[in-house]
């Protein structure tokens, strides 16, 4: 499949370096997590908390989207939280990312937000990735 859109990042010294897309317009300090371990400095980020940002912006444009093409209109207070951790994975080989999604659509009726959030973890990329290995469950409130 032929992408519509790729980046590359460059990653140094692992969950204790720094990490850039290629085109430099993303530049972070990695930090590993005081509960694995790290220091947990308060002037860093790490993978986790990048991926839950990624996760919910690109989720929230997969709500929008839906809802242009079903007429519906999304307001702009609509927001999109992603709650992403990593855990030991239940065969012991390895680790895996655990996420959850809460979804907030103000002025839309409950029935409503739950079929526009179906349908956009569907069409969502990140979702779809994620599927193959974990389930995601979505909150909605209101």
Do not use: W
């Amino acid at each position: 499949m032929p992408a519509l859109y790729q980046t590359k990042a460059i990653a140094t010294g692992g969950r204790d370096g720094a990490a850039h897309t290629e085109d430099l317009k993303l530049k972070v300090k990695l930090v590993k997590p005081k509960e694995m371990g790290g220091t947990g400095e308060d002037d860093g980020t790490n993978p986790e908390q990048l991926f839950a940002v990624g996760y919910s912006g690109c989720f929230l444009g997969a709500l929008k989207f839906i809802a242009s093409k079903e007429g519906i209109e999304v307001s702009e207070d609509s927001t999109v939280s992603a709650t992403v951790g990593i855990a030991q994975r239940a065969d012991g080989k390895g680790y895996g990312i655990t996420a959850a999604l809460t979804v907030k659509l103000p002025g839309l009726e409950r029935a409503v937000a739950e079929d526009l959030a179906a349908k956009a973890h569907i069409f969502c990329p990140y979702s779809h990735a994620l599927r193959a290995s974990t389930e995601v469950p979505i909150t909605i409130i209101s």
